[in-house]
């Protein structure tokens, strides 16, 4: 999408898609270790919490909604 939320969204889904290969295609648990902790400080920088506050927010609204 187009709002910022959905902006983040879309980079977090390309940077797993880059990501998961390449710990696919890992010659060592060190490799491996190293390209997943690059991973999540990616997500934080594309900024996870953001999209993460959202997502809950979204949630609760969809639960009242439903009478939950």
């Known amino acids: ?3 910022p939320e959905g902006i983040i969204a879309s980079k977090l ?3 797993r898609g880059k990501t998961l290969p390449k710990l ?5 648990e060190a490799e491996f270790d190293k390209i997943w902790n690059d991973y999540l400080a990616k997500k934080v920088k594309e900024g996870q919490a953001t999209f993460d506050e959202y997502r809950q927010m979204k949630y609760e609204e969809n639960k009242k909604k439903l009478g939950m």
């Open 1 to 3: 999408g187009n709002s």
């Open 13 to 15: 889904k390309q940077l």
């Open 24 to 28: 696919l295609m890992a010659s060592s």
